[in-house]
């Protein structure tokens, strides 16, 4: 193998290797450029030996250091439990049980047009007119029509009086008649008489009997003519009512007072039987129709089921007060819910709402006991507080039971869970990696875990110098890590106390 190695080598360096063959090593200068290639190569490799060496050798030594476990600041809060009554803040739309839509069954023009859209009406007043000559003459064709049904019913009375007042003589008339035909008889069988003279007292008693008959018959029908009469004229009256019902609807008035939502007259128009011409509300029918939250069906149904039922109220910053009326399920999109109807309670000097309008209103539930009122930034994931135990974080499992506000208007969330005890102290923080067992440092100060998205937003929002704002409820959910811990022992405008803020660094 080595004269194999030796074999390789250039033949110049082959023969100067050995000091006892020629000059030595050190003094060796190839005179090839295979020989010059290697030499070059191998200076390379020395000298990267050596700048190794020397680096391991004059490097600084470093010891290990044990990790030292981080301390979360955070604030916290004494809890106490006890009788509240919750309150929660919900969006309604307002609409009227009543909506008439006013419109006429006679055919008429337009004549007048009184009111607009949106404009507030009181109930009996003219909101639209139609041209009522027509059926002014026909009124006036009515009264005529009835005046002769009278007088023709006059007339009947007066002979149906005459008749009977006659009745009796023409009775005597007929009895004598016969009598005297009946003494003719008997004389012309004695042959007293001439038979001309028997003859004439025959055609006597004849008409006399026809008369009599005739005046019965007319005794007897007078009775049922003079009912025609009568309902001729109760059928005229009813066409003079028709006639002054229709002349009556060439004006159209409001049934209650509220807002006209439509108007579909304009003055020249040609209304036709059933058209609509105006659609209004009835302001005394007003409610506040709100989907109801999830949580809070079940108390609102229990509220309603109680005899005597309690008075569930809501109230708008506007000062309108609305009771809760009644729930109702609602399908919509193919999403199903639970809808509560709020009826508007009129109060003198509180302006009415307007038909259509969304409403923001706080409703107060009957009072629960035994909750805890927390701020916001005490729940994790709307199911979980942390209770601090030794400076580690402990979690209590809770169920969210309603929203209330404390005596500063601050926002707060009623919580209940068998765990809660008075006096324990939870976190009021929202850390991004709350976990059981976690070191914390709690502090009086109020201190708020911010993200950097937070920050940027609140730098564009403000020209002010970076200052700590109260979290708002769509931040409960946990976030990003931040990168450094910065105190602020200056109290930021309009806060009430210092605050301890854990943000980015911004660059």
Same mark, same amino acid.
């Given at each position: !193998?080595?004269?194999?190695?030796?074999?390789?080598?250039?033949?110049? !360096?082959?023969?100067?290797?050995?000091?006892?063959?020629?000059?030595?090593?050190?003094?060796?200068?190839?005179?090839?450029?295979?020989?010059?290639?290697?030499?070059?190569?191998?200076?390379?490799?020395?000298?990267?030996?050596?700048?190794?060496?020397?680096? !391991?050798?004059?490097?600084?030594?470093?010891?290990?250091?044990?990790?030292?476990?981080?301390?979360?600041?955070?604030?916290?809060?004494?809890?106490?439990?006890?009788?509240?009554?919750?309150?929660? #803040?919900?969006?309604?739309?307002v609409?009227?049980?009543?909506v008439?839509?006013?419109?006429?069954?006679?055919?008429?023009?337009? +004549?007048?047009?009184v009111?607009?859209?949106? @404009?507030?009406?009181?109930?009996? $007043?003219?909101?639209?007119?139609?041209?009522?000559? $027509?059926?002014?003459?026909?009124?006036?064709?009515?009264?005529?029509?009835?005046?002769?049904? %009278?007088?023709?019913?006059?007339?009947?009375?007066?002979?149906?009086?005459?008749?009977?007042g006659?009745?009796?003589?023409?009775?005597?008339?007929?009895?004598? +008649?016969?009598?005297?035909? +009946?003494?003719?008889?008997?004389?012309m069988?004695?042959?007293?008489?001439?038979?001309?003279?028997?003859?004439e +007292?025959?055609?006597?008693?004849?008409?006399?009997?026809?008369?009599?008959?005739?005046?019965?018959? %007319?005794?007897?029908?007078?009775?049922?003519?003079?009912?025609?009469?009568?309902a001729?004229?109760?059928?005229?009256?009813?066409?003079?009512?028709?006639?002054?019902?229709?002349?009556?609807?060439?004006?159209?008035?409001?049934?209650?007072?509220?807002?006209?939502l439509?108007?579909?007259?304009?003055?020249?128009?040609?209304?036709?039987?059933?058209?609509?011409?105006?659609?209004?509300?009835?302001?005394?029918?007003?409610?506040? #129709?709100?989907?109801?939250p999830?949580?809070?069906?079940?108390?609102?149904?229990?509220?309603?089921?109680?005899?005597?039922?309690?008075?569930?109220?809501?109230?708008?910053?506007?000062?309108?007060?609305?009771?809760?009326?009644?729930?109702? =399920?609602?399908?919509?999109?193919? @999403?199903? =819910?639970?809808?509560?109807?709020?009826?508007?309670?009129?109060?003198?000097?509180?302006?009415?709402?307007?038909?259509?309008?969304?409403?923001?209103?706080?409703?107060?539930?009957?009072? !629960?006991?035994?909750?805890?009122?927390?701020?916001?930034?005490?729940?994790y994931?709307?199911?979980?507080v942390?209770?601090?135990?030794?400076?580690?974080?402990?979690?209590?499992?809770?169920? #969210?039971?309603?929203?209330?506000?404390?005596?500063?208007?601050?926002? %707060?969330?009623?919580v209940?869970?068998? @765990?809660?005890?008075?006096?324990?102290?939870?976190?009021?923080?929202?850390?991004?990696?709350?976990? %059981?067992?976690?070191?914390?440092?709690?502090?009086?100060?109020?201190?708020?875990?911010?993200?950097?998205?937070?920050?940027e937003?609140?730098?564009?929002?403000?020209?002010?110098?970076?200052?700590?704002?109260?979290?708002?409820?769509?931040?409960?959910?946990?976030?990003?890590?931040?990168?450094?811990?910065?105190?602020?022992?200056?109290?930021?405008?309009?806060?009430?106390?210092?605050?301890?803020?854990?943000?980015?660094?911004?660059?």
């Open positions: !193998m080595t004269n194999k190695v030796t074999n390789e080598l250039p033949n110049d !360096m082959m023969t100067n290797s050995h000091p006892e063959q020629g000059q030595p090593w050190w003094r060796y200068r190839p005179t090839t450029q295979r020989g010059k290639s290697w030499f070059a190569s191998a200076l390379i490799l020395l000298a990267a030996l050596l700048i190794s060496i020397l680096i !391991m050798v004059t490097g600084p030594s470093s010891t290990a250091q044990a990790p030292k476990e981080k301390a979360w600041p955070v604030s916290t809060l004494q809890i106490s439990s006890g009788t509240i009554e919750p309150r929660f #803040r919900a969006f309604g739309k609409a009227s049980r009543a008439a839509k006013l419109s006429t069954d006679i055919s008429a023009t337009v +004549a007048q047009v009111v607009s859209e949106g @404009q507030r009406v009181n109930k009996g $007043e003219l909101l639209v007119a139609l041209d009522d000559a $027509e059926y002014q003459l026909r009124l006036v064709e009515a009264k005529a029509d009835l005046a002769q049904q %009278q007088a023709n019913l006059a007339s009947m009375q007066a002979e149906l009086r005459h008749i009977k006659t009745a009796e003589q023409h009775e005597n008339m007929n009895r004598i +008649a016969a009598a005297k035909l +009946a003494r003719h008889e008997q004389l069988r004695d042959r007293l008489i001439s038979r001309s003279l028997y003859d +007292a025959v055609r006597s008693a004849s008409q006399v009997s026809i008369d009599y008959q005739r005046h019965q018959q %007319q005794l007897a029908e007078l009775p049922h003519r003079l009912l025609a009469a009568e001729q004229v109760a059928k005229a009256n009813a066409l003079l009512s028709r006639a002054k019902l229709n002349l009556s609807k060439t004006q159209i008035l409001a049934p209650f007072s509220g807002p006209i439509s108007v579909s007259a304009a003055v020249g128009d040609r209304m036709l039987p059933g058209a609509v011409v105006v659609t209004l509300a009835d302001a005394g029918a007003y409610e506040l #129709r709100i989907p109801m999830e949580a809070y069906v079940g108390p609102l149904q229990q509220a309603l089921a109680q005899q005597p039922k309690p008075t569930i109220a809501g109230k708008t910053d506007a000062g309108q007060v609305f009771n809760l009326n009644r729930l109702a =399920g609602a399908v919509s999109n193919g @999403q199903s =819910g639970v809808d509560a109807f709020f009826a508007l309670q009129t109060q003198a000097g509180v302006a009415l709402p307007a038909s259509g309008q969304v409403l923001e209103l706080e409703i107060t539930l009957p009072a !629960m006991h035994q909750v805890v009122a927390l701020p916001p930034q005490a729940i994931e709307n199911q979980r942390y209770q601090v135990i030794n400076e580690r974080l402990q979690p209590i499992n809770i169920e #969210r039971v309603g929203e209330t506000r404390n005596a500063e208007g601050e926002y %707060q969330i009623l209940s869970a068998p @765990q809660l005890r008075d006096g324990q102290r939870v976190i009021t923080t929202q850390l991004p990696k709350a976990m %059981q067992g976690l070191l914390v440092q709690p502090t009086t100060q109020s201190v708020e875990i911010l993200s950097k998205n937070d920050v937003q609140i730098k564009e929002i403000t020209a002010e110098p970076f200052a700590p704002v109260e979290p708002t409820l769509p931040h409960l959910k946990n976030q990003v890590e931040p990168a450094v811990l910065e105190h602020s022992t200056t109290p930021a405008p309009k806060r009430k106390s210092s605050s301890v803020v854990v943000h980015p660094t911004l660059v």
